[in-house]
């Protein structure tokens, strides 16, 4: 699930580009991006290797000395007022790391990035991601619908994250049927056993 050397090895080498042009907003950004998530490495598994989602994660086992390194990048980046892809990315995994709890994660203003960055990047899968931060701060039904306009183009119908997201927005809104039918749609893409087994248990619990 995790190659914790290669991501070390990629902050590794993000340093170094930031050494090399320390004025390099996007540099920044990319830094503080890689910093901010593998924070998360250690409760991203449990102890068997299951997977845990962002949601259900032990927020005590994050490493609270990378979110600091990783904020104060993605500030500084920003301060320079040249926002590009990677300090937006980075600013959103900011939003989630100051959460104290799931409750206390700030969708709207999450949702308000993904909003710029599909500008910058409207990219399929950055629409996606923009939907289920919709959903979060709007509601399920709101997201659904978002994600209901990315499929009619049938440019992500074989990208499994698609219909796993519609599940969990579906489950979301109580209508267990269709998430269960998205469900086996995403595990039919996908190849990942880790992930498997996690689709498999939320496909169980309904």
Known sequence: MIRRELCAEAIRLGR????????????????????????RRLARVDAAGALVTLEEQDRSLWDRAQIDEGLTHVEAALRMGRVGPYQLQAAIAAVHAEAASPQETDWQQIAALY?????????????????VAVGMSE?????????????S????????LLHAARADLLRRLGSFE??????????ALMANGVERAYLERR????
Request: proline share 7%; with cysteine.
């Open 115 to 131: 909003n710029v960055l599909a500008r910058v990047n409207p990219s399929p899968v950055v629409l996606l991601n923009r939907a």
């Open 16 to 39: 170094v580009l930031c050494a090399i042009d320390p004025k390099d907003p996007e540099g920044l950004g990319l830094l503080a991006l890689m910093l901010l998530h593998d924070s």
């Open 139 to 151: 509601g399920p039904a709101r997201g659904l619908e978002l994600i209901g306009e990315l499929g």
């Open 153 to 160: 183009s049938g440019e992500l119908e074989r990208y499994h």
């Open 203 to 206: 496909l169980a619990e309904l």
């Open 178 to 187: 269709a998430a269960a039918d998205a469900y086996r749609r995403a595990l």
